[in-house]
Nanobody
Framework: QAQLVASGGGSVQAGDSLTLSCTAS????????LGWFRQAPGKEREFAAA????????EYADSVKGRFTVSRDNAKNTVYLQTNSLKPEDTAVYYC??????????????????????WGQGTQVTVSS
C-alpha cells in the first residue's frame, strides 16, 4: 500500500522559513509528478507547487512563486518544499501529493487535485505576524 508521510511544519514568524519533507513509499516514485497542495481554515484545498518526474521543470501557484521551491531526491524517495519569506496568509495544512500516472513528457510538471493518486497526511504551517 502506497504511503506518503509529510513532516517539517511548525509555527513561525512572518519572514521565516520552513522546509517541508515528504517521504513516499510509492513503487513508481522516480516517474511520478510530485507536488504540494495546501488548505487554509475555511477554504478549499489549493495547488501550491509541483515538480516533473525528470526534476527539470516546476510549476508554482502565483501566490508562492519566488518564495517557495520544490525539489526531490529520488534516492531517498523524498520530495521537499522550501518555504521562504513566509506570510500569515501561508498558514495552512500542507499536503504532499503524487501522480504516479503522469504523461509521457518527463518535463511536464502540471498537477491538479483530480490527477493525484496518493496524498500525504498533511503538516500544519502557522505563520504569525
Amino acid at each position: 500500500q502506497a504511503q506518503l508521510v509529510a513532516s517539517g511544519g511548525g509555527s513561525v514568524q512572518a519572514g521565516d522559513s520552513l522546509t517541508l519533507s515528504c517521504t513516499a513509499s510509492v513503487r513508481s516514485f522516480g516517474t511520478s509528478v510530485l507536488g504540494w497542495f495546501r488548505q487554509a481554515p475555511g477554504k478549499e484545498r489549493e495547488f501550491a507547487a509541483a515538480l516533473s518526474w525528470s526534476g527539470n521543470s516546476a510549476e508554482y501557484a502565483d501566490s508562492v512563486k519566488g518564495r517557495f521551491t520544490v525539489s526531490r531526491d529520488n534516492a531517498k524517495n523524498t520530495v521537499y518544499l522550501q518555504t521562504n519569506s513566509l506570510k500569515p496568509e501561508d498558514t495552512a495544512v500542507y499536503y504532499c501529493a503524487a501522480d504516479v500516472n503522469p504523461g509521457i513528457d518527463p518535463n511536464d510538471a502540471q498537477m491538479q487535485a483530480p490527477w493525484v493518486d496518493y496524498w500525504g497526511q498533511g503538516t500544519q504551517v502557522t505563520v504569525s505576524s
